[in-house]
C-alpha cells in the first residue's frame, strides 16, 4: 500500500487539535499503540519484578518481551543485550561509570563537539575522575558535518572510547557512523553512539554496524519516557556494575538498577508494535532492498518501516528547506543542499533577522506552530557557531506524521514573522 498520511495520522490522539507539531526533535507524540500497552500494563499486571503471584508473572512476560522487541528494533544479537532505563542522560552516567573503572591515569576518550551533551559530560566528567585526558572533535560551521580528519588524528592517540552522535539533534546531520566505528576499532578504542536523534528517522542495526554500545529514548520514537541502550554481551557481563547487593548479576537485569518503570517500558513495547504495523501496511515496497539483509519476522517488519518512514521525510525535508530558504532574513545551519538529503535527518535549525530565538518561537506558537528555541542541550554546537549568548537557533523538526501542508503554513507564518 502507498504511504498513507491519513491513517498515520490516525494512530495519534494528540494530533486531534488545530496546531502543528515541529516540536519532535524534543520529544514525538505517543502512538495510539503505546498508550493503549500503559493502559492495559496498569489495570493487567501492575506489579514489581518477580512475585509468585498472577499480576508480577504477567508484568515480567511484558518486560521480557519488550526487551526481545527492542532487540529486533535494533537488530541486537541477543534481548539479553538491552537495558531499559529512565532516560539517555542517566543511563549513560551510569555506563560512563563502570566503563572508566578501567581507565587509568594517562589515558584518553574522544567526544564531539556536534554531540548533545548527555554523550559529553558523562565521559568529561567520568574522565576528571579518572585523571584521562579528553580529546575533541570539531565540526565544519558552514555544513554541520564532523571533522574525520580531527577524528582521526584523535584515534592516532590510542584513546579508550569515542563518544558520538547517530544524528545531531541540532542541526539535524546523520554522522557516517559506519565509517567512524572502523575507524575507531581499528585504533583499539570502544565507540558509544548517541542515536536518540537518528532513532524516529531510520533503520538501525547495530551489528551490521558492529558499534560497542547504543541508546535511544523511545519519547523520540512515538512512545514514553523510556531510553533503551544496547551493549555488546561481552561487554555488558565483563562490566562492573554499580547497583545494590540483592541485584541479579545476570543480564540485562544488572544494569537495570533499581525498580524500573514498567509501564514506560510496556509504552516503548507498544511503540515497536506501532512500527510493525506501519512496516506491514504501507513497506512492501522496500522488502526487495532489504532482501539480502537476513531480516526475519518482527525485524523484517521494523526494517520495512523504517525504510518507508525514511522515504517519507526526505520528501518533508525537501519542503522544509525550500520552504526556509523562501523566508526573508532567515540564516539556516547547517547542510542546505538538496542532493544531500540523505546525510541529514529532518532538523533544521535557524536564526531569522536579529531576532531573539525565544521571540520567534512565541510568535510562532500563536500561529499555532510548536517548535524550540534555544540550544537543546547541543551546548557546544550553539557554542562553537557563536550563538548561545544571542540565545541560541530556532529548531524546527519533521517526524512522519507532519504533512507537506504543514510545512506550507510554517513557511507562511515566518515570512509573516519576518515582515514584523
Known amino acids: 500500500m502507498t504511504y498513507d498520511i491519513d491513517s498515520i495520522r490516525r494512530q495519534f490522539p494528540a494530533l486531534n487539535r488545530p496546531e502543528i507539531f515541529f516540536d519532535n526533535p524534543g520529544g514525538t507524540q505517543i502512538a495510539k499503540p503505546s498508550l493503549d500497552r500503559v493502559n492495559r500494563y496498569l489495570i493487567e499486571s501492575n506489579a514489581n519484578h518477580e512475585g509468585a503471584f498472577a499480576t508480577s508473572i504477567a508484568s515480567d512476560a511484558v518486560l521480557d518481551e519488550a526487551h526481545h522487541a527492542m532487540a529486533d528494533f535494533y537488530h541486537a544479537a541477543s534481548p539479553e543485550e538491552i537495558v531499559f532505563g529512565n532516560n539517555m542522560t542517566t543511563i549513560t552516567l551510569h555506563l560512563s561509570r563502570s566503563l572508566a573503572r578501567e581507565w587509568k591515569e594517562g589515558d584518553e576518550i574522544i567526544v564531539t563537539r556536534l554531540d548533545h551533551d548527555a554523550n559529553v559530560t558523562p565521559w568529561v566528567l567520568a574522565a576528571q575522575d579518572r585523571g584521562v585526558h579528553v580529546n575533541w572533535v570539531d565540526f565544519d560551521v558552514e555544513e554541520g558535518t564532523l571533522n574525520l580528519d580531527d577524528a582521526q588524528k584523535a584515534l592516532e592517540r590510542k584513546p579508550k572510547l569515542l563518544a558520538v552522535g547517530y544524528a545531531s539533534n541540532s542541526l539535524g546531520t546523520i554522522n557516517p557512523v559506519k565509517k567512524i566505528i572502523d575507524m575507531a576499532h581499528e585504533a583499539g578504542a570502544l565507540v558509544y553512539i548517541d542515536a536518540v536523534q537518528y532513532a524516529p528517522h531510520g533503520p538501525i542495526d547495530v551489528q551490521k554496524l558492529d558499534c560497542d554500545f547504543l541508546i535511544s529514548s523511545a519519547y523520540k520514537f512515538f512512545g514514553t519516557h523510556s531510553a533503551i541502550l544496547y551493549g555488546k ?62 531480516y526475519r519476522g ?92 544571542q540565545g541560541g537557533m530556532v529548531r524546527v523538526g519533521a517526524a512522519h506524521y507532519n504533512t507537506l501542508e504543514e510545512v506550507a503554513r510554517l513557511k507562511d507564518a515566518l515570512i509573516k514573522i519576518a515582515a514584523g
Open 298 to 389: 518482527r525485524q523484517l517488519e521494523l526494517k520495512k518501516a523504517m525504510s518507508a518512514i525514511h522515504a517519507y521525510e526526505i520528501e518533508l525535508s525537501k519542503a522544509l528547506l525550500s520552504a526556509l530558504n523562501d523566508v526573508p532574513g532567515l540564516r539556516l545551519y547547517g547542510l542546505n543542499d538538496v542532493r544531500r538529503l540523505d546525510e541529514r535527518v529532518a532538523t533544521f535549525s535557524f536564526r531569522l533577522n536579529n531576532m531573539h530565538p525565544r521571540v520567534v518561537a512565541e510568535k510562532l506558537a500563536q500561529e499555532g506552530i510548536f517548535a524550540w528555541d534555544g540550544n537543546y542541550y547541543a551546548l557546544n554546537v550553539s557554542e562553537r557557531l557563536g550563538v548561545e549568548e
Open 233 to 294: 554481551r561481552n561487554l555488558l557481563e565483563k562490566l562492573f556494575a554499580y547497583k545494590v547487593r540483592p541485584a541479579t548479576n545476570h543480564l540485562p537485569g544488572k544494569f537495570e538498577t533499581g525498580t524500573q518503570n514498567h509501564e514506560g517500558i510496556a509504552g516503548v513495547l507498544g511503540a515497536i508494535e506501532y512500527f510493525e504495523w506501519v512496516g506491514r501496511e504501507f513497506g512492501s515496497e522496500f522488502v526487495a532492498g532489504l532482501a539480502g539483509e537476513n
